[in-house]
Every structure is written in structure tokens, then in C-alpha cells.
């Protein structure tokens, strides 16, 4: 009888790749940190970090099964994850460690680090560790901003700039280190002016990632990006866009204020997955902004808005036009559409939200109000109302997601359990917590039990729920 220890090396790897990462991708722990956020900001960093080390403890307990198991190992290489308050002296360890042991930094293939210097409190180096990673920069053709004063005991208190200038240095010898990565992700306080216009290598940088398919970038901090003092140089060794975007404030990639600000095209013309945070610093024409980001994009696979609250006289509609701008551009492409509106964006008169174009869609994720029957007017009479969204969902659809109480589609909700033809890939339902339902009353398990016994599985919403699938 044949033994799991007779597999070959090469199917025992490919195995804990699937333990480590399940298909994980910089993206996927992209888009769980901003449903963490939207749940609870202070998980943003943790969820990153787990998504990222999940499967590390089953493959070392695998490699401990025989000593021939120990080349497996070399897969927790594979990702590097380095932010919070020890981001610095983390890097400098790892910067030693394949100093030591080269074919580790062979082996990196994801990348993810938290530049913001709000979460780094371990900048100071002694003399030594700036004399080495000052020989590190000359070695990758990386200026050393700092003066030779830095030689700085360990109670020095950074300047903003010298940190700024410290991380982004560090960051890029770091990864001028890594040949091998394929996908990288960085945190940034915010995007510099001159990379947002039209991104060029720096002329003195050596940091070439041939590999590279995927740059993934998330500015959390609503700082204009002006106000970044040199810009994060890093961008300029790549000299590529993103293809996956997260914003906390669209706002953040316009020229100018008011109506006629505009989103830089450069920045998006390559952006496959574009994430907006619910986080607006000024006044305006939010569902503008957002179209116009839309407009910009490559086709888009995955796109979701956590939108503000709307004024009510504002006379527009911000949900169904980013919906139908979404249709224009991109109803093919897209297989993952998240939408979280405000109630302001959803007026009762307001048409019907149809889903009917994205052909493509596998995930869906929005508000209950968005599923709602519209009134035809503001008729209060049943035989009125149209039939609603909830008809207009695409076949293609294998998840949904509902993002709050479900007691206002209840009649919805039985018409997708009694109607599972019109949905025939659809496999998983996910609301918030039914418990919490129950402590606000106004939920009957009988909707729940009609979605099970139709065949679904129906389970609760939390920051695992929503994926970036790729």
C-alpha cells in the first residue's frame, strides 16, 4: 500500500504551498485588511499578518515527519512580511540573515511591507548597523540620504524627515535583495506628485524585478500627497503602476479641488483591482471622482467602494451611476463587486440597481438596501412594486454577501430559495452573525432554514468572507 511518505519532493512542496497559501495572494490580504478595517481598524495590520503565516505551523509539524521532509522548510520562504513597530530591525535581521544564506532571498516571491511611519518605533540604529546598511546602499546603487552625523546612539529622537528618509532606504535595499518577487505590496502614508503624473526609473537605481506581475499599493493616511517630503523612491526603482489600488480617499489622486479635479490616468491604466475606503477629507462630487477613477482602470476584476453619506437634495443618484459606469467599461471583466452605499445613496424612488450585465460576476457583496423592491413612484400599494434586484443577479454568481440586518429583504430572500434555477452556480450566502439579529429582533430562522433546505450554505459574514480571488 502506497505511503504519503513515498511521494516525491517536488508534490510534497507543491503540498505546503497549498497549506501555506490556499491560493493566497497579495491582493487577497489586501482586501481582507480593508474588510478588517471596516469592522474594526486596529485588525487591519493583525489579519495582514495571519493571512499572510496562516499554514506556517502544519508545514514545519510536515517537515519534522522524517528527516528527508526538512527540504520543506525552504517553502516558508516563500513570503516575507514586514510592518508594525519593529518593521526596521526586523529588515535589518532578515538583511543579515541571507547575507548569510543567499538562496533565501532566491526563493521570495511575495512581499509585503508597511511603510507609515506612524507604526515604526524602532528607528534608531547604532553606528554599526547604519555603517552596514550605508554599505549596502552603495552596493545596490542606492543613495544614503542621511548626514554622516547619523551615527546616532540609541536615545536619538528622529525628525520626521530622517525617519522618512531611513524606512524608504531600508525598503529599498530590501528589496533590491529579492530578484525572485512576483507580487508586492506596500503601505504608504501616501502616493508622491511625480508618480502619480508619469512614474520613471530612478538613473541611479539597480533594483531590477523582472518577475514582478503585481504591484499592490494602499494609502491609508488622508494626507495630501504633496505633503510627502521626498516622495517614497521605491516607486521610482520599479518604475511601474499598480494593478491593485487601495484608497482610503479617492481624493487623494486628484489635481486640483472642486469640479474640475481629476485622477491622474497614469496612476490607473494598469489597475485590475481598485479598492475605495469610505474615508472622504473634503466636499464634493464623490460619485464624480469615483467614475472617473473607473473610467481610467484597466478592465477590472475586482472593485469595491465603501461610499459616504449622500445630501439628499443633491438631485444625483452616486449608486446606480457607479454602477452604470461600471457597465460601460468593465461588465465582462469583473468577477468581484463589492458595494457598501450609504442609505443617502438610496433613495426609496431610486431604479432599480440590475446586475444583469456583469456575465462574468462570481461575488457580490453589498448592502441589503441595495436588493430592496424599489417603488414604482412612491405607490404604497404591493401590486405596484417591481420585482427588485434580487431578479436581475447574474448566473454566474457562486457567493453573496449581505452587509447588514436581513429583515428588510425577507420577501427577497425567499424568492432566491424558491427560485434556485435562476442561480445555478450559487453556492454560499453570508450575513452578519444571526445572533446579533436575533438581540435586535425582526429576523425568523424560517428565511434561514428555506435558503439551507434549497441546498445553499448559509453562513456568517466576518473578515475571512470576502477574498480577492485572481
Given at each position: 500500500?502506497a505511503?504519503?511518505?513515498?511521494?516525491?519532493?517536488?508534490?510534497?512542496?507543491e503540498?505546503?504551498?497549498?497549506?501555506?497559501?490556499?491560493?493566497?495572494t497579495?491582493?487577497?490580504?489586501?482586501?481582507?485588511?480593508?474588510?478588517?478595517?471596516c469592522?474594526?481598524?486596529?485588525?487591519?495590520?493583525?489579519?495582514i499578518?495571519?493571512?499572510?503565516?496562516?499554514?506556517h505551523?502544519?508545514?514545519?509539524?510536515?517537515?519534522?515527519?522524517?528527516p528527508?521532509?526538512?527540504?520543506?522548510?525552504?517553502c516558508?520562504?516563500?513570503?516575507?512580511s514586514?510592518?508594525?513597530?519593529?518593521?526596521?530591525?526586523?529588515?535589518?535581521?532578515?538583511l543579515?540573515?541571507?547575507?548569510?544564506?543567499?538562496?533565501?532571498?532566491?526563493?521570495?516571491?511575495?512581499?509585503?511591507?508597511?511603510?507609515?511611519?506612524?507604526?515604526?518605533?524602532?528607528?534608531?540604529?547604532d553606528?554599526q548597523?547604519?555603517?552596514?546598511?550605508?554599505?549596502?546602499?552603495?552596493?545596490?546603487?542606492?543613495?544614503?540620504?542621511?548626514?554622516?552625523?547619523?551615527?546616532?546612539?540609541?536615545?536619538?529622537?528622529?525628525?520626521?524627515?530622517?525617519?522618512?528618509?531611513?524606512?524608504?532606504?531600508?525598503?529599498?535595499?530590501?528589496?533590491?535583495?529579492?530578484?525572485?518577487?512576483?507580487?508586492?505590496?506596500?503601505?504608504?502614508?501616501?502616493?508622491?506628485?511625480?508618480?502619480?503624473?508619469?512614474?520613471?526609473?530612478s538613473?541611479?537605481?539597480?533594483?531590477?524585478?523582472?518577475?514582478?506581475?503585481?504591484?499592490?499599493?494602499?494609502?491609508?493616511?488622508?494626507?495630501?500627497?504633496?505633503?510627502v517630503?521626498?516622495?517614497?523612491?521605491?516607486?521610482?526603482?520599479?518604475?511601474?503602476?499598480?494593478?491593485?489600488l487601495?484608497?482610503?480617499?479617492?481624493?487623494?489622486?486628484?489635481?486640483?479641488?472642486?469640479?474640475?479635479?481629476?485622477?491622474?490616468?497614469?496612476?490607473?491604466?494598469?489597475?485590475?483591482?481598485l479598492?475605495?475606503?469610505?474615508?472622504?477629507?473634503?466636499?464634493?462630487?464623490?460619485?464624480?471622482e469615483?467614475?472617473?477613477?473607473?473610467?481610467?482602470?484597466?478592465?477590472?476584476?475586482?472593485?469595491?467602494?465603501?461610499?459616504?453619506?449622500?445630501?439628499?437634495?443633491?438631485?444625483?443618484?452616486?449608486?446606480?451611476?457607479?454602477?452604470?459606469?461600471?457597465?460601460?467599461?468593465?461588465?465582462?471583466?469583473?468577477?468581484?463587486?463589492?458595494?457598501?452605499f450609504?442609505?443617502?445613496?438610496?433613495?426609496?424612488?431610486?431604479?432599480?440597481?440590475?446586475?444583469?450585465?456583469?456575465i462574468?460576476?462570481?461575488?457580490?457583496?453589498?448592502t441589503?438596501?441595495?436588493?430592496?423592491?424599489?417603488?414604482?413612484?412612491?405607490?404604497k400599494?404591493?401590486?405596484t412594486?417591481?420585482?427588485g434586484?434580487?431578479?436581475?443577479?447574474?448566473?454566474?454568481?457562486?457567493?453573496?454577501?449581505?452587509?447588514?440586518?436581513?429583515?428588510?429583504?425577507?420577501?427577497?430572500?425567499k424568492?432566491?430559495?424558491s427560485?434556485?434555477?435562476?442561480?445555478?452556480?450559487?453556492?454560499?450566502?453570508h450575513?452578519w452573525?444571526?445572533?446579533m439579529?436575533?438581540?435586535?429582533?425582526?429576523?425568523?430562522?424560517t428565511?434561514?432554514?428555506?435558503?439551507?433546505?434549497?441546498?445553499?450554505?448559509?453562513l456568517?459574514?466576518?473578515?475571512?468572507?470576502?477574498?480577492?480571488?485572481?
Amino acid at each position: 500500500m502506497a505511503k504519503f511518505s513515498d511521494l516525491p519532493i517536488d508534490i510534497l512542496m507543491e503540498i505546503c504551498d497549498f497549506l501555506l497559501h490556499r491560493g493566497t495572494t497579495i491582493e487577497e490580504v489586501f482586501a481582507k485588511a480593508h474588510v478588517a478595517f471596516c469592522i474594526e481598524p486596529t485588525l487591519l495590520e493583525d489579519i495582514i499578518a495571519l493571512t499572510l503565516q496562516q499554514g506556517h505551523s502544519s508545514v514545519v509539524a510536515l517537515s519534522q515527519v522524517s528527516p528527508s521532509y526538512e527540504p520543506l522548510l525552504q517553502c516558508l520562504d516563500r513570503t516575507l512580511s514586514l510592518h508594525g513597530k519593529t518593521f526596521l530591525s526586523d529588515a535589518v535581521r532578515f538583511l543579515k540573515l541571507i547575507d548569510s544564506k543567499p538562496e533565501i532571498a532566491q526563493r521570495v516571491k511575495i512581499v509585503y511591507l508597511n511603510l507609515e511611519e506612524k507604526d515604526c518605533a524602532d528607528a534608531d540604529f547604532d553606528g554599526q548597523t547604519v555603517d552596514y546598511l550605508r554599505q549596502l546602499a552603495e552596493n545596490g546603487g542606492i543613495p544614503w540620504s542621511e548626514e554622516p552625523s547619523c551615527h546616532l546612539p540609541v536615545s536619538y529622537v528622529f525628525s520626521g524627515s530622517t525617519l522618512e528618509d531611513r524606512i524608504n532606504t531600508v525598503a529599498r535595499i530590501l528589496i533590491g535583495r529579492l530578484p525572485n518577487v512576483e507580487q508586492l505590496g506596500l503601505s504608504l502614508p501616501a502616493l508622491p506628485l511625480g508618480y502619480h503624473d508619469n512614474p520613471k526609473r530612478s538613473p541611479e537605481s539597480n533594483v531590477v524585478l523582472k518577475r514582478l506581475k503585481h504591484l499592490a499599493l494602499r494609502t491609508y493616511s488622508p494626507v495630501m500627497s504633496r505633503n510627502v517630503r521626498r516622495g517614497y523612491r521605491i516607486l521610482e526603482d520599479l518604475a511601474v503602476t499598480p494593478t491593485h489600488l487601495f484608497l482610503q480617499d479617492p481624493f487623494l489622486c486628484h489635481v486640483g479641488i472642486g469640479p474640475t479635479a481629476k485622477p491622474f490616468s497614469h496612476l490607473f491604466q494598469h489597475v485590475t483591482h481598485l479598492i475605495l475606503g469610505g474615508q472622504m477629507t473634503h466636499e464634493g462630487d464623490h460619485e464624480s471622482e469615483i467614475i472617473h477613477m473607473i473610467e481610467c482602470c484597466a478592465p477590472l476584476q475586482d472593485f469595491r467602494c465603501e461610499a459616504p453619506m449622500r445630501n439628499h437634495d443633491s438631485g444625483t443618484h452616486g449608486a446606480l451611476a457607479i454602477i452604470n459606469s461600471l457597465k460601460k467599461q468593465h461588465a465582462t471583466s469583473l468577477r468581484t463587486l463589492a458595494i457598501r452605499f450609504c442609505q443617502g445613496w438610496l433613495e426609496d424612488d431610486l431604479d432599480c440597481i440590475e446586475f444583469t450585465s456583469f456575465i462574468n460576476l462570481e461575488n457580490l457583496c453589498m448592502t441589503t438596501a441595495c436588493i430592496k423592491k424599489r417603488q414604482v413612484g412612491r405607490a404604497k400599494d404591493d401590486a405596484t412594486r417591481t420585482e427588485g434586484t434580487i431578479t436581475t443577479l447574474p448566473k454566474s454568481l457562486i457567493q453573496i454577501y449581505f452587509l447588514d440586518y436581513p429583515q428588510c429583504i425577507a420577501d427577497e430572500l425567499k424568492w432566491l430559495a424558491s427560485h434556485r434555477e435562476a442561480l445555478p452556480n450559487l453556492k454560499l450566502v453570508h450575513f452578519w452573525d444571526t445572533r446579533m439579529w436575533n438581540e435586535w429582533g425582526g429576523w425568523e430562522d424560517t428565511e434561514s432554514d428555506a435558503l439551507v433546505n434549497s441546498g445553499l450554505n448559509v453562513l456568517p459574514l466576518t473578515c475571512d468572507a470576502v477574498d480577492w480571488q485572481v
